[in-house]
C-alpha cells in the first residue's frame, strides 16, 4: 500500500483543481480516488483500495439509527475524483467550503490516506488540540 507522508502546500486555481503533491502521486496507481469530508475540518483523499476498505467495514457494521446517519453523511460527501494529466484533481466547491478552503491547501499525508486542510484551520486545530504525542504513545505503548 501506498506511503503518503509529509506536508506539502499547493494553490486551488480559479477552476477549483489543485496539483497532488509529486511525492504522493508517484504512490498511486491509474485508479480513482474518492475524496469526502473528514474529521476536525479537514477533506480526505482515499485511494481506491482503502476506501473499499472502510466501505466494506461501514457495510458490516449493524444497521442501527447511528451507523445510517454516519452512512448517509459519509454517502452524501463523497466523491470520485482523478488525477488528470497535469497531476491535477478538482476540489467540489461544497466540499471546499466545507473545510474552510479557498485558495491554498496543505496537504497532509497519514500513510494510507492524505488530508487537504486550509492551512489556517490546521494550525488553530494543532494549538487548541490540548494533546501531548508523548502522553498518547504511551498510553498506546507505541516505542516512539
Not at 480526505?44 to 476498505?53: G, I, N, T
Not at 497535469?86 to 496543505?106: D, F, Y
Not at 499525508?109 to 504513545?137: H, V
Request: charged share 25%; proline share 4%; aromatic share 8%.
Amino acid at each position: 500500500m501506498a506511503a503518503f507522508i509529509g506536508t506539502h502546500i499547493h494553490t486551488l486555481d480559479d477552476k477549483g483543481r489543485v496539483s497532488v503533491p509529486a511525492q504522493f502521486r508517484r504512490q498511486l496507481t491509474a485508479e480513482d480516488l474518492y475524496l469526502n469530508v473528514g474529521m476536525e475540518g479537514c477533506l480526505v483523499l482515499y485511494p481506491s483500495q482503502r476506501w473499499q476498505e472502510l466501505e466494506e467495514k461501514l457495510l458490516s457494521l449493524p444497521r442501527d439509527k447511528q451507523t445510517r446517519f454516519l452512512v448517509r453523511s459519509l454517502a452524501q460527501n463523497l466523491r470520485a475524483v482523478n488525477v488528470d494529466s497535469q497531476g491535477r484533481i478538482s476540489i467540489p466547491a461544497e466540499l471546499a467550503e466545507k473545510a474552510g478552503i479557498t485558495s491554498e491547501i496543505m496537504f497532509l499525508g497519514k500513510f494510507d490516506t492524505m488530508e487537504l486542510w486550509q492551512p489556517e484551520r490546521y494550525n488553530s486545530y494543532i494549538d487548541e488540540a490540548e494533546l501531548s504525542c508523548e502522553e498518547i504513545a504511551e498510553d498506546l505503548d507505541l516505542p516512539l
